[in-house]
């Protein structure tokens, strides 16, 4: 595991790119910043971090031969990484809001942004972007239903400990990945999913108020719901959110 420490940078996914893209890096190297100037999130969103309080850094991770169509894979991985390590530390509430938003009840805690590099039918190498809030207590007012594990627990948390053992849990989900254990994957992600099978009230891309169930997630990663009229609608990011949020 190489990690580069920075005190401040546009966004560590851009830096670890250009890096990467003039050199050969081995697997598993992250580049950790105190503070991002760009910061980025899904379909892009802005990731919002006070300096020196949180976690932003970029792992890379290398692919032999990783069909495109297994992209969401990768997402459910690194989720599955961070919710086991939330899980081995504090007793909390935590999910994964879909597709990779990280809960404590209602209140985001962390995103991930993944990008990936192809070659030819496969993936090559995915940068992952993970921003997680740890000693962060206060935030801007503009921020809804957000949280941090100070808040959470009341104590500070040793930030270099807890990349560390995220990224080990992150590797032993690539690990299952890479084994094509994808059945195992998914079983495990939807057993962590926000709102898995329970009847909520959703908002579609035409402001459409409706009734259902999340059922699953597509090999795409598209969204299942079972609405109230038993059809099954198939949803991308965007197109979907919950009507209380």
């Keep these: 595991m190489n990690i580069i420490k920075l005190n401040a940078i546009d966004s560590t996914n851009s830096y670890l790119k250009k890096l990467s893209n003039e050199k050969v890096l081995s697997d598993y190297t992250i580049v950790c910043a105190e503070y991002q100037t760009k910061g980025r999130g899904q379909m892009g ?8 309080k949180n976690l932003i850094f970029s792992v890379l991770i290398n692919f032999k031969n990783l069909p495109i169509d297994y992209r969401f894979y990768i997402s459910m991985a690194v989720s599955l990484g961070i919710i086991s390590t939330l899980n081995s530390q504090i007793d909390g509430d935590f999910k994964i809001k879909w597709p990779n ?4 009840g209602k209140d985001k805690l962390a995103g991930i942004l993944i990008e990936n590099t192809f070659k ?14 740890v000693n962060q207590e206060n935030f801007s007012k503009s921020l809804k239903n957000v ?7 009341k104590q500070n948390i040793d930030r270099d400990l807890l990349l560390n053992q ?30 898995y099978n329970l009847e909520l009230n959703f908002v579609d ?12 997630v597509t090999e795409e ?10 059809t099954i609608r198939k949803f991308n990011l965007k197109e979907i959110r919950l009507a209380d949020s």
């Design 45 to 52: 969103t802005k990731w919002q971090s006070s300096v020196g």
């Design 101 to 104: 938003d990280i809960m404590s």
């Design 120 to 133: 030819g039918a496969n993936i090559n190498r995915s940068i992952i972007g993970v921003g997680l809030n």
């Design 147 to 153: 949280t941090s594990l100070i808040k959470l627990t």
């Design 166 to 195: 995220l990224i080990t849990n992150i590797q032993s989900e690539i690990l299952l990945l890479k084994e094509k254990k994808l059945d195992l994957l998914k079983e495990k992600y939807l057993k962590q999913l926000y709102g």
């Design 205 to 216: 891309k035409n402001n459409i108020t409706f009734t259902g169930k999340i059922i699953g």
């Design 221 to 230: 990663g598209k969204l299942k719901i079972l609405d109230k009229n038993k």
